[in-house]
C-alpha cells in the first residue's frame, strides 16, 4: 500500500512570480484555457455551413446544451443572449473537472507538492465563478425590467408609503412584503455560497476519493470510482449552469405586480 | 474579558475560516481572471462562430422549406392552369367538331336540293326534248303520208300531175283530213 496523499481545502502554492502565489488549480485551469484556445482556433478557422468532424462534435454538445437551456428560459433567442455566461461556465467547469481524472493528477508532484488538481477544488475559482452567475443575473435583470424594477423585487418600499393610507392590513401586507424583499437579498447571498460551495465540495470530495482508493489498491479498483467521477463532472457542470441561466431567467423576467384594489 | 476581546477573536476566526478552505483575495482575482479569459475564448473562438453558423444553416433549411412550399404551390397551380387549359381545348375542339358536324349536314342537305333540282331540270329538258322530238317525228309522218297518198292517187289516177294540180289536190287532201 502507497503513502495516502489526501489534498489539502486549500490549493498548494507552487511557486511564486513576483509575488504572486501560483498554485497548482490555476495549473489545471491554464491547461483548460489552452486546450479551449486550440480547439477554439481550429474550430473559428474551420466552421463552415457544411460541418466537417470536428466542428459536427462541437456542434452536437452546444445542440444539445441548447434544447436543455431552452426548456429553463422557453426561448432560444432568451438562450442565445444568456449562453456567452452559462455555456462558458459548463464548458469549462466540464473539461476542468474531467482533466482532474488524467493520469498525473495527484500523482506527479513538485517539491513535495501535487503538480496537477482539478481546478474546481479550488474554492477561489468556484466563488469567482458563482459571482459571476449571480452578479450577472442582475446585470442583465436591471438591463432587462428596468434598474428601479429589478430593484424594487429586493427593496420594496414604495408599497409601504401606498399602503398607509389604504389601511393597516395593507399596511401589514407591506411590512411582510418589505421583509421578504430583504429575505430575497440574504438568498442572493445564499446563492454565491451554495453554488461555489457545492460545486467545491462534490470536485474536491471526488478527489478524496480517487485518491484515497487509488492509495489503497492501484489497479482496477479506482476505475469504477473514476467513471463516477465523469458523472459527477457532467452532472455538476449541469447543476451550475442550469441554476445559472435559472437565475438569469427569473432576473429578467417581470416581476409580479400586486393586485391593487 | 472585554467587548473588544470578543470582537477580535471572532474576527481571527472567521478569516481562519477563510483561510482554511482556501480563500484568498489574491488568488480569488487571479482565478476571476482566469475565468474571464476562458469565458472570452469559449464565446469568441467556439460558441460565437457555431452559434452563427447554426443560425445561418437554420435560415438556409427555413428559406428552402419556404422555397420548396413556393415551388409546391405554384406547381399545384401551374397544374391547376393545364387542367383547365386542357378542358378547354377539349371543350373547343368539341365545339369546333360539331360545328363541321352541323356545317356538313348543311353542305350535304344543301348539295342534295341542288342536285334534285338539277336531277328535276333535266327531266323536264328530257320531257321538252321528246315532245319536240314527238312533234317533228307527227309532222315527218303527216308528209310522208300525204306523199305516200299523193304516189298511190298518181297510181291509182294513172296520170301524172303538174305542179300546178299537185298542189291543189294536196290542199284538198290535207283539208279534207284536218277535217
Known amino acids: 500500500m502507497t503513502e495516502i496523499h489526501i489534498p489539502n481545502l486549500p490549493p498548494d502554492v507552487l511557486f511564486q512570480i513576483g509575488s504572486f502565489d501560483i498554485t497548482n488549480t490555476m495549473i489545471n485551469a491554464w491547461i483548460a484555457i489552452v486546450i479551449f484556445l486550440v480547439l477554439g482556433i481550429f474550430v473559428k478557422r474551420s466552421a463552415k455551413l457544411r460541418p466537417g468532424k470536428l466542428q459536427n462534435t462541437c456542434e452536437f454538445f452546444l445542440e444539445t446544451i441548447l434544447g436543455y437551456f431552452d426548456q429553463v428560459t422557453g426561448d432560444r433567442k432568451k438562450t442565445l443572449q444568456f449562453l456567452p455566461i452559462v455555456g462558458s461556465i459548463f464548458f469549462f467547469i466540464l473539461l476542468s473537472n474531467w482533466l482532474g481524472l488524467l493520469p498525473g493528477t495527484g500523482s506527479i508532484t513538485l517539491r513535495h507538492q501535487m503538480l496537477l488538481r482539478p481546478a474546481n477544488t479550488d474554492l477561489n475559482l468556484t466563488l469567482a465563478m458563482a459571482l459571476v452567475s449571480v452578479i450577472s443575473s442582475h446585470i442583465f435583470g436591471f438591463i432587462a425590467v428596468g434598474f428601479f424594477s429589478h430593484l424594487g423585487k429586493f427593496i420594496q418600499i414604495k408599497n409601504i408609503f401606498k399602503s398607509i393610507k389604504k389601511g393597516p392590513i395593507a399596511l401589514f401586507v407591506a411590512l411582510i412584503e418589505f421583509g421578504v424583499g430583504l429575505i430575497e437579498i440574504i438568498s442572493e447571498i445564499a446563492k454565491v455560497i451554495s453554488l461555489s460551495l457545492r460545486l467545491f465540495g462534490n470536485i474536491f470530495a471526488g478527489e478524496v476519493l480517487i485518491s484515497v482508493i487509488s492509495a489503497l489498491v492501484g489497479v482496477f479498483i479506482p476505475t469504477p470510482f473514476m467513471v463516477l467521477e465523469l458523472l459527477v463532472g457532467l452532472i455538476q457542470a449541469g447543476v451550475f449552469a442550469i441554476l445559472t441561466i435559472v437565475y438569469l431567467t427569473i432576473a429578467t423576467s417581470q416581476p409580479h405586480r400586486v393586485e391593487e384594489h | ?179
Open chain 2, 1 to 179: 474579558m472585554s467587548n473588544t476581546d470578543l470582537n477580535l477573536g471572532e474576527a481571527t476566526q472567521d478569516t481562519s475560516l477563510a483561510a482554511s478552505l482556501g480563500l484568498n483575495t489574491q488568488l480569488f482575482l487571479f482565478q476571476l481572471l482566469n475565468f474571464v479569459l476562458v469565458a472570452i475564448i469559449i464565446w469568441f473562438l467556439i460558441l460565437k462562430p457555431l452559434t452563427k453558423k447554426l443560425e445561418e444553416r437554420k435560415k438556409i433549411i427555413d428559406e428552402s422549406i419556404d422555397n420548396a412550399k413556393k415551388v409546391e404551390t405554384n406547381l399545384a397551380m401551374s397544374q391547376q392552369k393545364f387542367d383547365e387549359t386542357i378542358a378547354r381545348a377539349k371543350h373547343e375542339a368539341n365545339q369546333i367538331a360539331q360545328k363541321a358536324h352541323d356545317e356538313a349536314e348543311q353542305i350535304g342537305l344543301e348539295i342534295k336540293d341542288r342536285t334534285k333540282n338539277e336531277v328535276a331540270h333535266l327531266i323536264d329538258s328530257a320531257k321538252k326534248a321528246i315532245a319536240l322530238e314527238k312533234e317533228e317525228m307527227r309532222l315527218e309522218l303527216r308528209k310522208e303520208t300525204v306523199d305516200l297518198v299523193v304516189l298511190l292517187t298518181e297510181k291509182i289516177l294513172g296520170e301524172k300531175l303538174d305542179a300546178k294540180k299537185n298542189d291543189h289536190f294536196i290542199k284538198e287532201m290535207l283539208k279534207n283530213i284536218k277535217n
